[in-house]
């Protein structure tokens, strides 16, 4: 009943459910492994984070370019405050609040911009405490620019003056008449009574969307492997279904053939 498995046919549909499966489960183990290196990433990037806090801050110049391996670094700047802005829609503590953002101006005429703490409620500039005058060493928590639209970082554009959604360089730049450094920093402790804002994991280190892509795509390999294997045992059903009905001589039962007019006379022709 099963020799037409042997028919070259069924070898192509045998040879491509062979190498389809191995292939599936393949591509799965694969992208689960992705995923598991991003949540690894994530708990280094945040280990790191909290065990550099207790090392001794450097020059912003040693830590330039922000990456990886420097973001979250205790660094020290010297400068005077410039403007002062408004960063809307963070949380702290499951809290909507707001960041006050002041760009510190440094020897070299480029600007760092220096989140100097949080406050609760909406953004409201008469509430946000006035820069100390002169100049001022911080230090903080060196980040890399912020992206809009993801971690959280506000997309919406149409701010009010002295607002910005995300803190970076490509936006700040369009605010301020001067450089401004592809950075910024969080102070370790918050200014004028403001809370402190805590460093967070570099970018693509955390369970972020391309983490859950790199799950999602696991299953599907997965549910794909199991489709061949299902479709490969339906196949092989119906044709042992069809073999053994023409060993038995039985055959697919006719479609209703069509009414075919009466051979008895119509009262019309009987009546004639």
């Not at 020799?3 to 591509?27: D, K």
């Not at 959280?152 to 701010?159: M, R």
């Not at 199991?226 to 055959?251: H, K, N, P, S």
Request: proline share 8%; hydrophobic share 40%; aromatic share 10%.
């Amino acid at each position: 009943m099963y020799r037409f498995l042997l028919t070259p046919r069924w070898w192509g549909i045998n040879v491509f459910v062979l190498l389809a499966i191995p292939f599936c489960v393949f591509m799965g183990s694969w992208q689960l492994s992705r995923f598991e290196d991003r949540v690894q990433d994530h708990r280094t990037a945040t280990k790191e984070v909290s065990a550099e806090k207790g090392e001794a801050a450097r020059p912003l110049a040693e830590l330039l370019p922000v990456d990886e391996k420097t973001s979250g670094d205790r660094v020290t700047v010297t400068g005077r405050y410039a403007e002062q802005l408004l960063v809307p829609g963070r949380q702290l503590d499951d809290r909507d609040g707001y960041y006050v953002l002041t760009l510190l101006r440094t020897d070299g005429g480029s600007a760092l911009p220096v989140v100097r703490g949080w406050l609760p409620g909406t953004a409201d500039p008469a509430k946000a405490p006035a820069p100390p005058t002169g100049e001022v060493t911080v230090i903080g928590a060196l980040q890399a620019s912020e992206s809009p639209g993801s971690n959280g970082v506000s997309a919406v554009g149409g701010l009010p003056a002295g607002q910005t959604g995300a803190i970076s360089a490509a936006s700040l730049v369009n605010l301020v008449p001067y450089d401004v450094y592809d950075a910024w920093v969080t102070l370790d402790k918050g200014d004028s009574g403001m809370k402190a804002v805590p460093a967070t994991a570099p970018a693509n280190t955390g369970l972020d969307l391309k983490a859950f892509q790199n799950l999602g795509y696991t299953g599907e390999w997965f549910v794909f492997a199991g489709f061949v294997v299902f479709m490969w045992f339906r196949l092989v059903r119906r044709e042992a279904e069809f073999a053994r009905d023409a060993e038995l001589g039985i055959t697919p039962p006719d479609e209703t053939p069509a009414e075919t007019p009466s051979a008895e006379p119509t009262r019309e022709g009987a009546s004639a």
